[in-house]
C-alpha cells in the first residue's frame, strides 16, 4: 500500500521501488496530505510503469483528487473508506471493505500474463496440427472455401412485440437475492489453458439513482435463469470504461433503464453508443414519464422494444395476461436465441491469428479426404459447431407444467414456449431428442436426452 509518510532518503525511496516491482497490487491510500506528497506521486509513476494493478482507497471525507492523481485514477473502480465506520456501513448485502477484499483477492489469484496465454495456445493449435499433417498426403493444404462472416441478427420489432395473449393463471412472486460467501471464483480455464470468456443474455444499464430498483428488477430476471449481468455483481474491478465494455461486448442485449439523469451521464451515454456500435439491441425500459429522449436515443428506440417500467410495482403487471418481468426475459431470451454462432473478436496477435487460419485449412481438408461433416447442427439450439467448440449452448434443468389450468411453463425459468430455448449452460448436442411426458405426472413434460 502507499500512503502519505515523512520524507524517505535514496536507500528508502530504493526500497520502495523494489517493493513495488514485486507486488501484484497497488494499493493509494488517498488524501489531501498523499496528493501533495512528491513521495506518493513518484510511487504512483512507479506503480503506473509496472503496469500494477491499482485500486484507489479513499481515506478521507470529501477528498477530491486533482492534478496528477486525477489523471491517474481516472476511470479505475475506487473505495470509500474514510472511516471505520464508513469502511463497514452495509450497502444492500456487503459494505466498502468487504467489496475491496473481494476485489484484492481476486486480483491475487493466479493468472497467466497475455505471453503465457499465447505460448498455451500456440501449443494447443500446434499439437492439432501436427495431428492433421499425419493424415493428410499433402502439406501446406489448400485454402478452404471463403466462409461467410458471422453478423447480429437484428429481430423486427414485430418480432419482439407481445403478440400472444395468455388466459390462464400466470402470477409474479418478487424475490430477494443476497451473495452468501465472498470468496473470489476460481479462475475458470478451457482446454487451451485460457479463461473461458462469459456469454450473457443482457447487461443492464442504469444510472447510480436507479440502482434499489435496478437491483430488485435484477434478482427476479436472475430468479427466472437469465443469465444477466449487472455491475454490483458483475465482479467489476480495475478500469471501469474496460469493465464496462467487456460486459457490453460479453451480452446478447442491453436492457436500459432510461431516465433523465442517464442521459445526462457521459459513461451511461458512452455505454450506450458503444453498445450501439457493436451492434448490440436494446430493450428499453422507460422509467420516467414524459421524458424526452436524445436525438441518437430517440432512434433507436423506433427500432427497439419498450417497456413502461417506472418502479417494481410495474412488474406484476400484466401485459396480455403475462407478468411484465417476465414479458422482458422473453425478449431478451428472443434476441439471444437468434444468434447461437455470434462469437465476439478477440485481441489476439498476427501470429496467433495464421496458426488458427492454417488449423481451420487443416481440418477443412482432413474433412473433405475423408468425406465427412466438420461442423454438426446442435438439435438444441441450431448452432454449428465442432469438436473444438462445444461450449455455449443451453438446456432447462427442470421439467414443463401446467397448460390447463395455470399458465404453461418451464419451472426452472417460467418461459411459457415449450420448445424454447434452455435457461442453463450445456455443450451442444446433435443428439435427437423427444420432449416426453413424465412417467406418474400427467401434464408435465421433459426433453430426452435433456
Known amino acids: 500500500s502507499s500512503k502519505a509518510s515523512p520524507v524517505k532518503s535514496g536507500d528508502e525511496k530504493s526500497l520502495h521501488t523494489d517493493a513495488i516491482s514485486a507486488c501484484k497490487v497497488f494499493v493509494a491510500v488517498l488524501s489531501s496530505a498523499y496528493q501533495n506528497d512528491p513521495n ?12 500494477k494493478v491499482i485500486i484507489p482507497v479513499v481515506a478521507e471525507r470529501g477528498f477530491q483528487a486533482a492534478g496528477w492523481l486525477a489523471l491517474g485514477i481516472a476511470g479505475k473502480l475506487y473505495y470509500m473508506m474514510p472511516t471505520e465506520s464508513a469502511a463497514t456501513e452495509s450497502f444492500y448485502d456487503s459494505n466498502p471493505r ?4 473481494y476485489s484484492m483477492e481476486s486480483f491475487l489469484e493466479p493468472t497467466p500474463s497475455e505471453e503465457e496465454r499465447e505460448i498455451k495456445e500456440k501449443a494447443a493449435l500446434q499439437k492439432q496440427i501436427d495431428d492433421c499433417k499425419k493424415v493428410l498426403p499433402n502439406w501446406p493444404p489448400e485454402k478452404r472455401p471463403e466462409e461467410k462472416s458471422v453478423k447480429t441478427v437484428r429481430l423486427s420489432l414485430e418480432d419482439l412485440k407481445i403478440n400472444d395473449s395468455e388466459n390462464l393463471q400466470f402470477n409474479f412472486i418478487h424475490y430477494e437475492v443476497t451473495r452468501m460467501t465472498f470468496a473470489p ?19 443492464c444499464s442504469y444510472q447510480w439513482d436507479s ?13 427466472a435463469n437469465l443469465a444477466i449481468w449487472m455491475d454490483i455483481w458483475g465482479g467489476m474491478q480495475g478500469n471501469i470504461n474496460v469493465a464496462m465494455a467487456n460486459a457490453v461486448e460479453c451480452s446478447a ?8 439523469k442517464y442521459q445526462k451521464s457521459a459513461n451511461c451515454l458512452l455505454e450506450l453508443k458503444y453498445a450501439i456500435y457493436r451492434e448490440k439491441p436494446v430493450i428499453f425500459l422507460l422509467v420516467e414519464p414524459n421524458l424526452a429522449p436524445l436525438t441518437f ?9 419498450t417497456f413502461d417500467m417506472k418502479s417494481m410495482s410495474d412488474a406484476g403487471v400484466k401485459d396480455e395476461g403475462v407478468p411484465r418481468v417476465f414479458r422482458i426475459a422473453e425478449a431478451a431470451r ?4 437468434a444468434n447461437p454462432n455470434r462469437a465476439e473478436n478477440e485481441d489476439i496477435t498476427e501470429d496467433v491469428a495464421k496458426i488458427r487460419d492454417l488449423l481451420d485449412d487443416a481440418l477443412h481438408a482432413v474433412h473433405e479426404m475423408k468425406g465427412t461433416q466438420r461442423f454438426e447442427t446442435c438439435t438444441r439450439c441450431g448452432a454449428n459447431f465442432d469438436e473444438n467448440n462445444k461450449h455455449g449452448c443451453k438446456k432447462h434443468g427442470s421439467y414443463f407444467m401446467g397448460g390447463t ?3 404453461g411453463r418451464w419451472v426452472c425459468c417460467n418461459q411459457r414456449d415449450k420448445t424454447g430455448p434452455g435457461c442453463e449452460p450445456t455443450t451442444h448436442s446433435s443428439q435427437p431428442r423427444k420432449l416426453k411426458e413424465m412417467t406418474g405426472h400427467s401434464g408435465c413434460y421433459k426433453w430426452s436426452p435433456e
Open 40 to 51: 506518493c506521486q513518484n510511487d504512483f509513476d512507479v506503480a503506473r510503469g509496472y503496469r
Open 98 to 101: 468487504t467489496d475491496f477484499l
Open 185 to 203: 471464483p476460481q479462475q475458470v480455464f478451457d482446454g487451451k489453458g485460457l479463461p473461458i470468456k462469459r456469454k450473457f443474455e443482457a447487461m
Open 211 to 223: 440502482q434499489k430498483f435496478v437491483r430488485d428488477l435484477y434478482m427476479d430476471l436472475h430468479m
Open 253 to 260: 442485449c442491453i436492457i436500459c433503464f432510461l431516465t433523465d
Open 297 to 305: 436515443i430517440k432512434e433507436e428506440l423506433k427500432r427497439s422494444i
Open 334 to 337: 428472443k434476441i439471444a436465441a
Open 405 to 407: 389450468i395455470i399458465a
